[in-house]
């Protein structure tokens, strides 16, 4: 079990860094914009390996309220880069 851990923590960590140059390099908002959300996306199975890692299951609730938080950010970033949110002047 311990070497698929590792494993599974090496995909991992090969994922974010080429999200991360995605998110850096990314031609045009919306593909940053993607990035970004499968960024968030990972970082949710990440801090569930953490719970696993130090056995603490305080961490599985942070990533449950993350995930939840992270639709929502992307979700409205989204709606803000569509053009689609209202004008707060009138």
């Given amino acids: 079990m311990r070497v698929l851990q590792i494993a599974a923590l090496v995909l991992l960590g090969a994922s974010l860094v080429l999200l ?5 390099a990314g ?3 919306a593909d940053r914009l ?3 959300d499968a960024f968030s ?4 199975p990440g801090l569930a390996w953490l ?8 961490y599985l609730d942070v990533a449950l309220v ?3 938080l992270a ?3 992307v979700v409205t ?6 053009g689609g949110h209202r004008d707060l002047d009138r």
């Fill in 20 to 24: 991360l140059l995605r998110l850096w």
């Fill in 27 to 29: 031609p045009s908002r």
């Fill in 34 to 36: 993607v990035a970004a």
């Fill in 41 to 44: 996306v990972l970082a949710i």
């Fill in 51 to 58: 719970a696993l890692y130090l056995e603490q299951g305080i």
């Fill in 66 to 68: 993350y995930g939840a």
């Fill in 71 to 73: 639709f929502v950010g």
């Fill in 77 to 82: 970033v989204a709606r803000v880069l569509e």
